[in-house]
């Protein structure tokens, strides 16, 4: 490991000697307020990490306690003691585990419990003592008409298909609550209201879905619930709550199992503080934690610039996000929202390396030219102690596979068959439900033929980039303003208008929304709804020379009154002019977005779309470490700690199967099963210039999930080892 690592730095310093010292409270990096999410009363427990007595709350995760007491670091690992943290907080990669009351566990899926004795993971767990006196449990055995695995967007759409026509339906979710994704966004969704909730929060429409399902007598649910496998008797083995296996039996299987985030090769990408966007999101939005106080994305998709977002929410700076591409590819009103707010963007950029001994310290980045090969002396690095990784999802399409080999009906929704915005996978989760009832014999209509064309719109890619038209809106009286400058699906203003002087041409969700009327009353209702927060209003009738502009804001821990300066800003981010807020609007019906209404001389007054709330200083690079690019140090599978090096030095050999590279260099051996490694196996593939087709994948392994063979027994955990 020489090359890319540079010294820790004074953060990293700071970090570990308040850790060390113990004095560190458990609300220091816990959420105390949150402009969108309500932070509960929770009753507090105790439990016992590496001899030190720590407290928790009741009910959440190992992992989360632990960042919630700044502990990072879970563990090292047996073949060169490297530090070990959370990546996936998903279930998926194994890197969180650790020891608890003597059995090694996947601190991200496990509860932590009163007086529970914890200890890192320092190499290989020893084996649990075995079990005095044995007790077997029969293994219970369920029928259903439809299994549906994954209680997320596309899911529990497709539960209340079933539900309304009464059809049998068991619905297993592997966390405690329903709603997958949309249990972390706090931001308002994209679409159109009557489809898929636009304009509300995706906290909020988990909410709604699981209301309605729990109504439906005819739907049964099991939270903490794991798909383990398809059998080829066409039954699925799922455990529930680590301990309890079942055999369910149905006719019918729906995989809405969502989609893992896909992982990247850089020097340091296994060092604790570097994950993934989701992990990021579950700590922050779902366990109210704060795992970072200085944050650094890579990846220009949604999912990484919305994390930046929740990351200003929860009061984290973010010092920059980086993208290998000229453009986004998110939503460029995402991508506005937050250089608005101070965050600035490095299109062309990628992470040549995250930098610390035990822990991200910082990170370098550089620029590519058109091959997306970094170009030397372009590297700048940055002070931060989390690094998120957000470069794509790949479906979780393995239960899928297996269960046509067995020969079960199986159909697919959400981003298990497509990977998309979750307002795609509600809809085509309806879909599925729609069908899944034809198939049964339940539903004799055919599918409403518009079904289809919206299930195609609401996924359509965003669309070129193009310059709002500023001219086109008055001068005078009181007018939206519509800040988009590229063609998604949305069109909640149009819905909520209620002069009706908003429409989009053509009458479809896709297009810019324009102005078709000067009856606009003020109310404020499309600033308030726009996901984008991209509508502002403009309001000329008191002082045409200084009117007013009314923006929508949601980041109220970086909190603004009336009489306080702000730096106004363009759509982009750029710095207009000086004004001071002169009043702030919160109420109930605007649903936890605010008004701030500020005066700006009228030249630039239709251009203003929001306010810095970051500093300059927060974004600002430290000296320029010496970068030798990927190197072949660099971790491919991170549960073996196999290098690119090692898999190289086989596909220069001449290995074309990844069985064998396996055998040889036991990468995808590991507790996670290949999920995190086999892209990147490929990658390296396609980086030495063989095609794919010339590849043989490896063989997935029977079980999704790792399970100690008690379970299958009916013995429980709570048995003596
Ligand atoms: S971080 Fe827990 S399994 Fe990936």
């Known amino acids: 490991m020489v090359g890319w690592r540079i010294g820790k730095s004074s953060l990293h310093f700071r970090f570990y000697a ?56 879970f563990g090292h690992h047996v073949k060169d003691g490297s530090a070990q943290g959370m990546f996936c907080a998903n279930g998926q990669c194994a890197q969180c585990a650790v020891v608890a009351n003597g059995i090694p566990v996947k601190s991200c899926m496990t509860k932590v419990e009163e007086n529970m004795i914890m200890e890192s993971l320092e190499g290989l767990p020893e084996l649990p003592r075995t079990i005095d006196s044995v007790h077997f449990s029969k293994t219970e055995q369920v029928t259903t008409d439809v299994l549906i695995v994954g209680g997320g967007p596309a899911g529990l759409s497709a539960a209340i298909e079933l539900g309304e026509r009464g059809i049998g339906t068991l619905v297993i979710d592997d966390k405690g609550r329903l709603g997958g994704k949309l249990v972390l966004q706090t931001h308002k969704f994209f679409g159109s209201i009557e489809d898929c909730y636009a304009g509300t929060r995706g906290t909020d429409i988990a909410k709604i879905l699981e209301e309605s399902i729990r109504g439906y007598p005819s739907i049964t649910v099991w939270t903490n619930s794991t798909a383990l496998y398809v059998f080829s008797d066409k039954k699925v083995g799922i455990v529930t709550d680590g301990t309890r296996y ?23 990408n296994t060092l604790p503080g570097v994950y993934g966007a989701g992990a990021f999101q579950t700590l922050v939005n779902r366990d109210l934690v704060r795992p970072a106080k200085r944050l650094f994305v890579i990846g220009g998709g949604n999912v990484g610039i919305i994390a930046a977002y929740h990351a200003l929410q929860a009061g984290i700076d973010v010092v920059g996000l980086a993208e290998a591409l000229p453009q986004c590819s998110g939503y460029k009103v995402h991508a506005d929202k937050i250089k608005r707010l101070g965050v600035p963007i490095y299109t062309r950029h990628t992470v040549l390396s995250a930098n610390g001994e035990e822990h991200v310290s910082s990170v370098t980045i550089g620029e590519v030219d058109a091959a997306f090969r970094p170009i030397p002396g372009t590297e700048k690095t940055y002070e931060c102690d989390t690094v998120l990784v957000a470069v794509g999802l790949s479906p979780i399409d393995e239960f899928f596979q297996q269960a046509r080999q067995a020969e079960i009906r199986v159909f697919a929704a959400g981003d298990a068959k497509e990977i998309a915005e979750a307002s795609s996978a509600m809809f085509n989760g309806k879909i599925a439900g729609f069908e899944i009832a034809r198939e049964l014999g339940v539903e004799d209509k055919p599918m409403p033929e518009e079904w289809h064309h919206k299930a195609a719109v609401l996924k359509s890619p965003p669309g070129p980039v193009e310059q709002p038209r500023y001219d086109s809106f008055p001068d005078e009286g009181i007018t939206p303003v519509f800040h988009c400058a590229q063609e998604i699906p949305c069109n909640p203003c149009v819905s909520v208008c209620p002069k009706g002087v908003i429409s989009i041409p053509g009458d479809s969700l896709l297009g810019m929304p324009e102005l078709t009327g000067n009856q606009c009353i003020g109310c404020n209702k499309c600033v308030l709804i726009c996901p984008g927060l991209a509508i502002t209003l403009v309001d000329y009738r008191e002082d045409a020379n200084d009117p007013v502009v009314s923006l929508a804001y949601e980041v109220h821990n970086y909190e603004y009154k009336a009489g306080d300066a702000v730096v106004l800003t363009d759509l982009e981010g750029k710095a207009l002019h000086e004004a001071v807020i002169i009043e702030t609007i919160m109420n109930k019906a605007s649903r936890k977005t605010q008004i701030i209404k500020v005066k700006a001389p009228k030249e630039i007054a239709k251009r203003v779309a929001g306010f810095k709330i970051q500093s300059d200083e927060v974004t600002l690079p430290t000296g320029k470490p010496t970068v030798e690019g990927i190197p072949d140090d660099a971790i491919i599978c991170r549960c073996e700690r196999v290098t690119a090096g090692e898999i190289r030095q086989w596909i220069r050999r001449g ?31 396609k980086e030495e210039g063989i095609s794919l087709e010339e590849v043989t994948p490896h063989t997935v392994r029977p079980l999704y999930v790792e399970e100690p063979l008690a379970v299958f027994a009916g013995v429980s955990y709570g048995q003596k080892r």
């Open 18 to 73: 308040e850790y060390k010292q113990g004095n560190i409270a458990m609300t220091h990096y816990r959420t105390q307020k949150h402009p969108i999410l309500i932070v509960p009363k929770r009753k507090r427990i105790t439990f016992y990490w590496n001899n030190r007595k720590l407290q928790a709350y009741e009910g959440e995760m190992i992992a989360s306690a632990l960042f919630a007491n700044g502990i990072h670091v």
């Open 246 to 268: 079942r055999i369910v039996d149905p006719k019918i299987v729906l995989n809405a199992a969502g989609a893992r985030e896909k992982s990247l090769i850089f020097p340091g």
């Open 655 to 685: 290995m074309r199967d990844v069985n064998q590279i396996k055998a040889v260099t036991r990468a995808g051996m590991g507790a996670c099963g290949s999920k995190t490694c086999s892209d990147l196996i490929f990658q390296l593939f």
